[in-house]
């Protein structure tokens, strides 16, 4: 039987539902049960993946090919259950099924409306999909109060007694602030979020307080009272030191308790070692590195959200702290900024789109490859190496991606047609800007002997892709001629998918995201490795 967790969020954004979800799934996993986590988006974006990451941060990509909401990068760094195309759904998304569906007048003449049509749409979704899992939780993007929230509150207030209380469950997260004028912390944001919740017609049964001290017996009574949940299902929601802390705190706080009562569920403590062992790690590291990341969108971290979390995971295989330096590639486009890399013990170029402050990237690929620091490149970072080593080590000074427009040599160039399993996948250059990269998993073959074979410890692999341009394979004989060699290529041999700098302490691109499948108890092996050869640099140094 699989039952139903809503979370919903009051008072601001950024309180951290996602991490609530992703921590909540932990503790249910870590008592024997079996998760799913969802996430439901109100805006009317079809999908995340062309909205710049500015606005929403990281587009996380599942295997299927989907390009969804960050948050959904946290469910499997948490739980470690893949996601899919199935647990990330917009209004975008359903407006469109919906509209679909009347015009091809599968609504027998009737007027379609927010209720019931979009509101049963919604709860398609959210019990679309399931096999047999024990728990499904929903995430509900926004913030209550949100106008385009109310289908989303409304379709799981009516899931909620379609299912009974017996098989759902909702848990409300809001934020209790410290008042330093009147030196205490107010509960009366969370008492109006509640009303808001309770005027759509949903009581919580849950209620997850954040809070940045500890929420005073009185406090957490008047919540309880007001907000009318029992006393025990008032849970505080400290601050801690590393988000791989959550799962511990939340069950100290009894969370998982909670839910296990209220769906009369008597089971064992979860074993939370995995997750002790983990922070522990990031808690009494033995040394640090300092890794330069050379981007675009330095400014948001969100924008960068699974590779901050797999560079953490690579410091927790190497038990060392992993210092970030996040760097504009832009500076590195004026004379002397290429400085500021001397300090840092890697070079990590990630994923981009657009000229800007290409150049720059490129001369951190270049400062990497003859001062031998390590340097990892991930898809731009990836295509961005490879123009450097055609230009300044193959002798093709004309080198660049068609991205930026016509170049005389179009070393990384746009690809209209490549093989996904036993179809071929076309595309035009004036195709639909939005979903149609070369999304999701798809194999590599890694050549045998190589570096990343072994970093792998296997020559069949698959990653996750998202972009639209490719490093042309026709390069491949004069660029490995002058050093730089494809040791990683799709299974038809067409498309480069790894590259490494033979003569070099550690260089490797790949055209791929690694960052998206690493965990913190599984980290992915290119992350480890690049900060072992990290803690390596910085012994030189
Ligand atoms: N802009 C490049 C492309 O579309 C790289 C994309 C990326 O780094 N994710 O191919």
């Avoid at 992993?322 to 832009?330: I, R």
């Avoid at 080198?399 to 690809?415: K, R, W």
Wanted: aromatic share 8%; with cysteine.
């Amino acid at each position: 039987m699989t039952r139903f967790i809503f979370i919903t969020g009051g008072v601001t954004s950024s309180l951290g539902k996602g991490l609530t979800s992703a921590a909540l799934g932990a503790l249910l996993q870590a008592r024997g049960f079996k998760v799913r986590l969802r996430k439901l988006d109100p805006y009317l974006n079809v999908d995340p993946g062309t909205m710049s990451p500015y606005q929403h941060g990281e587009v996380y990509v599942t295997d299927d090919g989907a390009e969804t909401d960050l948050d959904l990068g946290h469910y499997e760094r948490f739980t470690g259950v893949p996601t899919r195309k199935t647990d990330n759904v917009t209004t975008g998304q359903i407006y469109s099924k919906v509209i679909a569906k009347e015009r091809r007048g599968d609504y027998l003449g009737a007027t379609v409306q927010v209720i019931p049509h979009v509101t049963d749409a919604i709860k398609e979704f959210i019990r679309a999909d399931i096999g047999d899992e024990d728990f499904v939780i929903c995430e509900i993007g926004g913030t209550v109060g949100d106008i385009e929230g109310l289908p989303y509150l409304e379709a799981i207030r009516q899931l909620g007694n379609e299912l009974g209380p017996e098989r759902s469950i909702f848990v409300h997260l809001t934020l209790v602030p410290y008042l330093a004028a009147a030196g205490e912390l107010k509960t009366k944001p969370t008492q109006h979020s509640v009303k808001e919740l309770q005027s759509v017609g949903i009581q919580p049964d849950i209620m997850v307080c954040r809070c940045d001290r500890p929420i005073p017996a009185e406090a957490q009574r008047k919540i309880s009272l007001f907000c009318n949940v029992r006393p025990s299902a008032v849970i505080q929601a400290l601050d801690v030191d590393t988000i791989y802390a959550v799962p511990r705190a939340y069950h100290e706080e009894g969370l998982d308790d909670e839910v296990c009562r209220h769906f009369g569920l008597t089971c064992p403590a979860p074993d939370l070692a995995r997750w002790d062992s983990i922070t522990e790690r990031i808690r009494k590291p033995d040394g640090e590195v300092t890794i330069g990341v050379v981007g675009k969108y330095t400014s948001l971290l969100d924008s960068y959200k699974s590779l901050a979390e797999a560079m953490t995971h690579g410091g927790i295989a190497n038990n060392v702290r992993v210092n970030v330096n996040w760097l504009d590639s832009e500076i590195f486009e004026s004379d002397g900024a290429i400085q500021r890399l001397e300090d840092v013990h890697g070079i990590l170029v990630p994923g981009g789109f657009g000229e800007r402050g290409a150049e720059g990237k490129i001369a951190a690929a270049r400062f990497a490859r003859e001062r031998k620091v390590p340097y990892f490149g991930i898809c731009f970072g990836m295509q961005m190496a490879v123009i450097e080593a055609a230009r300044n080590l193959a002798g093709i000074p004309g080198a660049g991606s068609t991205e930026f427009g016509p170049c005389e040599d179009s070393v990384v160039g746009l690809l209209t047609e490549w093989t996904a399993g036993n179809s071929i996948e076309r595309r035009n250059v004036d195709d639909d800007y939005g979903g149609t990269m070369r999304l999701g998993a798809y194999p590599c073959t890694i050549e045998a002997g190589s570096r990343v074979h072994s970093i792998y410890g296997a020559t069949e692999i698959d990653e996750r892709h998202r972009h639209r341009y490719e490093v042309n394979i026709n390069y491949r004989k004069v660029l490995e001629n002058a050093g730089l060699h494809f040791s990683g290529l799709s299974p038809d041999g067409e498309l480069p998918e790894i590259a490494e700098l033979e003569d070099h302490p550690w260089y490797i691109g790949v055209q791929f995201h690694p960052e998206l499948k690493s965990k913190p108890f599984e980290p992915h092996p290119l992350f480890t490795s690049f900060i072992e050869a990290a803690v390596a640099q910085s012994r030189l140094m």
